[in-house]
């Protein structure tokens, strides 16, 4: 038998400023509005791609759990899956995959796992299979496997989707770069369990919200809003403007028919935590995905005192520090 391709990559979350909830198409991934994200440093997907051309095993999907490998569970590898016969069949390779992967930080809680996992499972695989994607490329793939989110995952720094100045939902691209604006995201973790209705029931729902409409109304603005502030760096102008999506998001979430209520008592205790801190004029803001856990974005000079805040709120039950960061990696050799 021929030695695999080995390949391993690395690819970051991100954290959505403006948010991708409801879908034109949801089969194509075609988004209802455009979307922007901060990418993160240390809240990573981690998978290993190994490729044996020819071979007509079935592919191997193993999730690494409490430190050791082990097949994944049904749920979780059905979409990998048919991720990994679409990319076979676009670029015509034959063979078996053994697919190893591993997050840094709690999956399915809504800190965009998928985004991570799929941008990563793709770039990993891609090499293995000898195909190399320019960042665009990743992008439009990435977000093939169904993950809308996954298209901003290609890029470091500030990523739209659509890229801006198209309708073309195809793929994503950077507005800034990491080292033009450095900002620090510290996660407060409230539950590390998977929620209970997935992104893509809710994008299912988001219309039957009575609000979902208005939302799309005001979208376009805030985003000029958050693009600018990012491109003259104002603090004070993001974080109104990142407030208000986040609440906004939730609320189309709590008024969907059937309603989703991801948050639990300690995220609005740390919620009030940050008005708080506001108050008293620590420049801190929040935002929060389809899960119950609390993104508090802020200044590096502000992240010692929001931690040590966030840390003392009852309920939340560890603080994740990360930052803006790069794009995706890759290196050769199974390291899973």
């Given at each position: ?61 193993l999730l690494e759990r409490d430190g050791a490998l082990a097949p994944a569970p049904e749920s979780f590898s059905r979409r990998i899956a048919a991720h990994l016969v679409r990319l076979r069949t676009a670029w015509n390779r034959q063979g078996t995959l053994r697919i190893a992967t591993r997050n840094t930080f709690p999956a399915e809680a809504g ?226």
């Amino acid at each position: 038998m021929l030695m695999p391709s080995e390949i391993t990559a690395e690819a970051p979350s991100n954290i959505a400023l403006i948010k991708y909830w409801g879908a034109e198409d949801l089969g194509a991934v075609v988004p209802c509005n455009p979307s922007l994200s901060m990418t993160l440093d240390r809240c990573r997907s981690v998978c290993s791609a190994s490729f044996f051309e020819g071979d007509r095993r079935p592919d191997e999907i193993l999730l690494e759990r409490d430190g050791a490998l082990a097949p994944a569970p049904e749920s979780f590898s059905r979409r990998i899956a048919a991720h990994l016969v679409r990319l076979r069949t676009a670029w015509n390779r034959q063979g078996t995959l053994r697919i190893a992967t591993r997050n840094t930080f709690p999956a399915e809680a809504g800190i965009a796992s998928s985004a991570s996992g799929f941008t990563a499972l793709t770039l990993a695989v891609s090499r293995a299979l000898g195909i190399e994607l320019a960042p665009a490329e990743l992008s439009n793939w990435s977000r093939r496997s169904g993950s809308g989110s996954a298209s901003r995952s290609a890029f470091g720094g500030y990523v739209q989707w659509p890229a801006p100045g198209t309708a073309d939902a195809a793929s994503a691209a950077p507005v800034a770069d990491a080292e033009h604006w450095p900002l620090c995201d510290l996660v407060a973790i409230v539950s590390s369990s998977s929620k209970e209705v997935s992104s893509l029931e809710g994008h299912q729902r988001a219309a039957t919200s009575p609000y979902f409409r208005r939302r799309l109304e005001l979208v376009p603005g805030r985003l000029d809003t958050v693009r600018e502030a990012i491109a003259g760096r104002d603090f004070a102008r993001l974080a109104d403007a990142v407030d208000e999506e986040a609440i906004d998001l939730h609320l189309i979430m709590m008024s969907s028919r059937p309603p989703i209520f991801y948050w639990r008592p300690a995220t609005v205790a740390v919620l009030a935590e940050v008005r708080r801190l506001r108050r008293e004029g620590l420049a801190v803001c929040a935002t929060m995905d389809a899960g119950p856990n609390v993104h508090v974005l802020c200044e590096p000079q502000c992240a010692a005192d929001a931690e040590a805040a966030l840390r003392r709120v009852e309920g939340v039950e560890e603080v994740l520090a990360d930052r803006t960061g790069t794009g995706p990696v890759w290196r050769q050799g199974a390291e899973l």
